[in-house]
């Protein structure tokens, strides 16, 4: 985690900022709930935890920022809640997900499965990708084996 940090504070650096005990918080709550993808409040209230004055329009800023500097990205799993997932460090682009719309569990796929395309769309259109982002949604394993357990009861 010391390592990430320091990364972060150079990259915040390199672009004017300085990583305040404020700053430093958030990014600790990102690192060590980077399964979670916690909405903004949620990043909050553990903030406050360990720095009790700080604000919730400083986290808001801070989240923005590492936005800005793609540390983070906001995320929406169909659900209408905006959520912050730690971008991957040595990968050019986001992450992919898999989204259960039964459950709402969310698992990553940290390899890059787009490549491929990418390389097709510039050669086709010219255009050259920066970033992308993909999500499957469907039905998780586990949902499927209660649809299927609940079916067989119902008949029985």
Same mark, same amino acid.
């Given at each position: 985690?010391?390592?990430? %940090?320091?990364? %972060?504070?150079?990259?915040?650096?390199? $672009?004017?900022? $300085?990583?305040?005990?404020?700053?430093?918080?958030?990014? $600790?709550?990102?690192?060590?709930?980077?399964?979670?993808?916690?909405?903004?409040?949620?990043?909050?209230? %553990?903030?406050?935890?360990?720095?009790?004055?700080?604000?919730?329009?400083?986290?808001?800023?801070?989240?923005?920022?590492?936005?800005?500097?793609r540390v983070v990205e906001k995320v929406n799993f169909g659900d209408g809640i905006a959520r912050f997932d730690l971008r991957n460090k040595d990968q050019p682009h986001f992450h992919h997900h898999i989204i259960c719309t039964e459950c709402g569990a969310v698992q990553e796929i940290l390899e890059d499965w787009l490549l491929p395309l990418e390389i097709r769309v510039e050669r086709e259109f010219g255009f050259t990708v920066t970033d992308h982002r993909l999500d499957f949604q469907g039905i998780c394993h586990s949902c499927k084996a209660n649809h299927i357990s609940e079916t067989c009861k119902s008949v029985s």
């Open positions: 985690m010391k390592e990430r %940090i320091e990364d %972060i504070r150079k990259q915040l650096t390199a $672009k004017g900022f $300085k990583l305040t005990t404020q700053r430093e918080a958030t990014v $600790k709550v990102l690192l060590e709930n980077e399964e979670n993808h916690l909405t903004t409040e949620e990043i909050y209230m %553990i903030v406050k935890s360990i720095v009790p004055e700080v604000g919730i329009a400083t986290v808001y800023r801070t989240l923005e920022l590492l936005k800005e500097l």
